[in-house]
């Protein structure tokens, strides 16, 4: 068993007793829910997968990561073979944030992930990776990753599985409650930032929305909301009830439309705060099951002709509106991405295939030949769709020359027969550019595309903009900084032409781009320093219910390079002494790869005046945060 997070929790036990800390449950911070190095031989915590599972698994003393005992999966026969472990066994909640790490070895090449599975309210299974990693019969670690579930996922378990059936090692496995920490509430909202502009959104998923911390950040900050997945074809087609429906009527042109739970977690969120939303998305090569294409609505049945497919077009797009319009009457769906990611870069349509063979073709080309499908979308979308919902066409590589021909023909024409409201503008940008500091797309290169999308006359949305950077760049955290305020002044030029601005995500770790730190805010649901950027300077009016107030945004968090203030036990180098530096320092010296600290901060860390830092120079910021010494 690791005891670096004991001696963190029992520093951070120390600092809590003396003063609140940025945890809203510390005992959180303590929580080792199932440690092991297999050093007992105890293995009764995993099991296989099901009946189907054929894998053994059993203590091994051969070839451990650490000490001499670890555990072995032998007599896989399938990728997802491998063990897993009950979430209820080991009394985890839903709505809290939980740590899993280990170590794993394949016996020859392999991708090996963890995974979690779930029962939704339908008694439909659910398979969601986590992580993942590639082991070349060597020993690799599955870095701590944190994830959360919700109330109404039932069976929840996490497990390990592979791309094949080699045999599998587990060690030094860790499931551990995340520390919960508080948003900030001395930095101004977005939304009330850029309330005079255009509103300001984020993409959120069910298990991501979970926390308490994640709803507190919502409300402060967005004004629209995105569902990342849950409005996907793949989550809204119903193929048992769309089966049913075919065998007992014989008609092959009305897929089944249901709302899950992880939708409804969102929308009773949007619902009960008042919060609009864009729905994503309509029609899409990717994320849209094979078997609604084919004649028998199976994955290996024929594929259907165009007059087929345009109905079933038309009535799943029928289906969504109604289904919403019943369940939903109260949520304000202002917008809508009726087709997405339909060309390619250069401007020629997708690759005749199916998604699922992750080469990016679509079967949506497959059945008609091209494009063609995007005029009957806009249509459908049209005729369906609640009035005040407005419609667009969204893609990323926007700003690519041929694809941003491609899109301005297609949009012109579907303005022309008023089929069409706006273009959506994914904008996932790069503030490195293959481990170099140029950023790509460059800021005037992505402002001359706004100019260009501007000039049709059409509503323009950011809709999924994220910005990251390579952690081996020197001042990644500044060049970020200093790209999204470009990003941001490019587009309040364009205020007018522009009705919603959507960050991809809430924090750093659960973006989809994670291993870059793409958003506004970290892990800890701090702001970073391209927060300060986009909103310094501004001027913005906040109402109250007796008056109304006119401030202008200023700095507020510091960068790496921030320099010593030469103040004893100031670790973070913000000026002053408090508990947020005990903290700091804690998790720094229980080796947490996460708490950065720069070499002025180190100076000042080192309170005792002795060599190196470590627990003690803890104790005694305490004993100045508690005035037992100067």
């Known amino acids: 068993m690791k005891h670096t997070k004991k001696v963190a929790a029992a520093l951070l036990s120390g600092v809590l007793a003396l003063q609140g800390a940025p945890f809203l449950n510390p005992s959180a911070a303590e929580g080792d829910l199932y440690v092991t190095d297999f050093e007992d031989g105890n293995v009764e915590a995993f099991s296989k997968r099901g009946d189907e599972d054929t894998s053994v698994i059993a203590s091994c003393t051969e070839d451990a990561h650490g000490g001499s005992t670890c555990m072995s999966i032998t007599g896989r026969s399938q990728g997802w073979n491998g063990p897993s472990i009950s979430l209820e066994s080991l009394g985890c909640e839903p709505g809290v944030q939980y740590l899993a790490s280990a170590w794993v070895k394949m016996k020859w090449y392999n991708t090996v992930r963890l995974s979690m599975q779930y029962t939704d309210e339908d008694g439909q299974p659910h398979y969601d990776n986590l992580a993942s990693i590639q082991s070349d019969g060597k020993w690799v670690q599955i870095p701590e990753t944190k994830f959360?579930?919700?109330?109404?996922?039932?069976d929840v378990s996490i497990y390990i599985e592979g791309s094949d059936d080699a045999d599998m090692w587990l060690d030094d496995f860790s499931l551990t409650a995340a520390p919960v920490y508080k948003i900030q509430d001395d930095i101004p909202g977005l939304k009330d930032v850029y309330h005079d502009y255009f509103k300001i959104g984020g993409a959120v998923t069910a298990k991501e929305l979970s926390p308490s911390s994640t709803q507190d950040l919502i409300l402060k900050h967005y004004n629209s909301l995105t569902l990342g997945n849950e409005l996907k074809p793949e989550n809204l087609l119903d193929q048992t009830a769309t089966l049913a429906y075919y065998e007992e009527t014989g008609d092959n042109t009305v897929p089944m439309v249901k709302l899950n739970g992880a939708a409804k977690i969102i929308l009773d969120f949007c619902r009960d705060h008042d919060i609009p939303v864009r729905g994503h998305?309509?029609?899409?090569?990717?994320?849209?099951?094979?078997?609604?294409?084919?004649?028998?609505?199976?994955?290996?049945?024929?594929?259907?002709?165009?007059?087929?497919?345009?109905k079933r077009m038309e009535n799943y797009i029928k289906g969504v509106f109604e289904v919403l319009e019943a369940e939903y009457p109260d949520v304000d769906f202002y917008a809508w991405d009726v087709v997405n990611e339909a060309w390619e870069d250069g401007g020629q349509p997708r690759q005749k295939g199916k998604y699922e063979d992750n080469n990016g073709s679509s079967a949506w080309v497959a059945v008609f030949g091209d494009n063609s499908f995007i005029?009957?979308?806009?249509?459908?979308?049209?005729?369906?769709?609640?009035?005040?919902?407005?419609?667009?066409?969204n893609d990323y590589n926007e700003y690519m020359q041929g694809k941003q021909e491609a899109i301005i023909k297609m949009a012109t024409s579907l303005k022309e027969k008023g089929l069409i409201d706006g273009i959506g503008l994914q904008s996932h940008l790069n503030v490195t550019n293959n481990g170099t500091t140029d950023p790509f797309p460059s800021v005037q290169m992505y402002e001359a595309a706004l100019k260009k999308y501007a000039e049709l006359g059409l509503d323009l949305q950011v809709t999924e903009l994220d910005a990251t950077y390579t952690a081996t760049v020197a001042n990644g955290e500044k060049l970020q900084a200093e790209y999204y305020s470009g990003i941001m002044d490019a587009i309040v030029k364009y205020k007018d032409s522009i009705s919603a601005v959507v960050f991809w995500g809430t924090t750093d770790?659960?973006?989809?781009?994670?291993?870059?730190?793409?958003?506004?805010?970290?892990?800890k649901y701090q702001a970073k320093p391209c927060f300060d950027s986009i909103i310094d300077g501004i001027t913005y009016t906040t109402t109250a219910s007796t008056s109304?107030?006119?401030?202008?945004?200023?700095?507020?968090?510091?960068?790496?390079?921030?320099?010593?203030?030469?103040?004893?036990?100031?670790?973070?180098?913000?000026?002053?002494?408090?508990?947020?530096?005990?903290?700091?320092?804690?998790?720094?010296?229980?080796?947490d790869k996460t708490a950065v600290i720069t070499e002025s901060g180190k100076e000042n860390a080192d309170a005792n005046n002795k060599d190196g830092l470590t627990s003690d120079d803890v104790v005694t910021i305490l004993r100045i945060i508690a005035k037992l010494e100067k």
């Open 148 to 154: 959360s579930f919700t109330k109404n996922m039932k």
């Open 281 to 310: 998305v309509l029609v899409w090569h990717s994320q849209t099951p094979y078997w609604f294409f084919t004649d028998d609505f199976t994955p290996e049945g024929t594929l259907v002709d165009k007059d087929t497919m345009l």
């Open 375 to 393: 005029e009957p979308a806009f249509e459908y979308a049209r005729k369906y769709a609640p009035k005040e919902t407005k419609l667009y066409y």
């Open 509 to 523: 770790d659960q973006s989809w781009r994670k291993e870059n730190f793409p958003l506004l805010f970290d892990e």
């Open 548 to 591: 109304t107030t006119s401030k202008t945004t200023t700095s507020s968090t510091s960068s790496e390079t921030t320099p010593s203030t030469g103040l004893r036990g100031d670790v973070n180098c913000d000026n002053s002494v408090d508990v947020s530096d005990a903290v700091l320092l804690a998790r720094f010296v229980a080796e």
